[in-house]
């Protein structure tokens, strides 16, 4: 169990803050329903997929009658270290899928005196419902553009579309775009959901480097080697060409500020503000029939594909972090669960 390690991992039982349709559970709780478990090669985290939740909508957690339940039971774990720059590595077997599911893998960074998005937020894997491609997203306050962030000559993936035109613009509010929609690109075909599963997982590398002043995201697929000195374990990403996802950080631009002490977060939501609102296009044979929140609540066979199975999390850091965020480990740093 040495993945869950307390000095590794918080989890999250507050409220969800993108107002999903479940009840995040602790560890123990987790352990004791079967929704967590870790091993020498994989450690999995889902959903609960066997209870109906009957607790009318709207119920308080303190009104329920069903255990305190809400909605569907699963997980939202945050990494007690912060980070400000690094090289992270998640190699996947499987990652949360199917109609009403949220899932991300992702870093943001709040204390109680710098509310989100004060300190920024990386997406590295996101996606809803009967998606087949991830998006890797940054959100910020206002005064990060990325308007002369090319797809095609510094990304190989696609930019996501706002109200007007591409969503190229990270502020959180900015006009001309959806609800903190952040600036977003698209990743290949295959880098989410049910082809990334059937297709045996894959390996994504995401890397922070304020001082090189860039995130660049990269996807090798099972059936693809990765870059020798990343399977030796001394990545060197100026190798490995053209990444899917590229966000500029500059002066000019989008200085390097706006993301600071952010820490790792493993979740699975449903519904939500993302997920709900994309329903009945992504699921209408159901949104025809009932809302998100119900089919949630009230389907729990349709969740055996909402887990994470990881085969390994390496964050390497070319240079000390401020310790005072809860990194001791300048260098690099390994998750047990790596076959």
């Known amino acids: 169990q040495d993945f869950f390690e307390p000095f590794r991992w918080s989890f999250h039982t507050a409220e969800d803050p993108t107002h999903g349709a479940v009840d995040f559970v602790s560890y123990p709780t987790a352990m004791a329903n079967g929704l967590v478990s870790a091993a020498a090669s994989r450690v999995v985290m889902g959903a609960d997929a066997t209870t109906i939740i009957d607790t009318p909508l709207g119920a308080s957690r303190d009104d329920a009658d069903h255990g305190g339940l809400k909605g569907r039971p699963s997980i939202r774990i945050m990494s007690r270290a912060a980070y400000n720059g690094g090289l992270f590595i998640l190699d996947l077997d499987h990652m949360p899928t199917g109609c009403g599911v949220w899932p991300a893998f992702w870093m943001y960074g709040e204390d109680p005196e710098h509310i989100w998005p004060s300190w920024g937020e990386f997406d590295i894997i996101e996606g809803v419902h009967r998606a087949n491609r991830t998006m890797t997203t940054l959100h910020t306050t206002p005064g990060c553009s990325q308007s002369d962030v090319r797809a095609g000559e510094h990304f190989t993936g696609e930019w996501m579309k706002g109200i007007d035109g591409d969503a190229d613009n990270c502020d959180v509010g900015a006009e001309g775009q959806w609800g903190n929609q952040g600036c977003s690109q698209a990743g290949p075909h295959g880098s989410f959901g049910t082809p990334f599963n059937e297709g045996g997982g894959g390996i994504f590398a995401a890397e922070w ?72 296009e992504s699921c209408p044979e159901i949104a025809s029939k009932m809302t998100c929140e119900d089919f949630v609540r009230q389907n729990p066979e349709s969740f055996t594909e909402a887990y994470w199975s990881i085969r390994g999390l390496d964050v390497y850091q070319a240079s000390p972090v401020d310790n005072s965020v809860g990194n001791k480990d300048p260098h690099r740093s390994h998750a047990p669960g790596h076959g």
């Open 209 to 280: 480097n304020p001082e090189a002043g860039h995130f660049r995201t990269w996807f090798w697929p099972r059936n693809q080697e990765p870059p020798a000195d990343l399977a030796a374990r001394r990545p060197n990403p100026d190798m490995w060409g053209r990444p899917y996802s590229y966000f500029g950080l500059s002066e000019e631009q989008c200085s390097k500020g706006h993301f600071r002490n952010m820490r790792l977060v493993f979740d699975i939501t449903f519904c939500g503000d993302l997920g709900a609102s994309t329903f009945a």
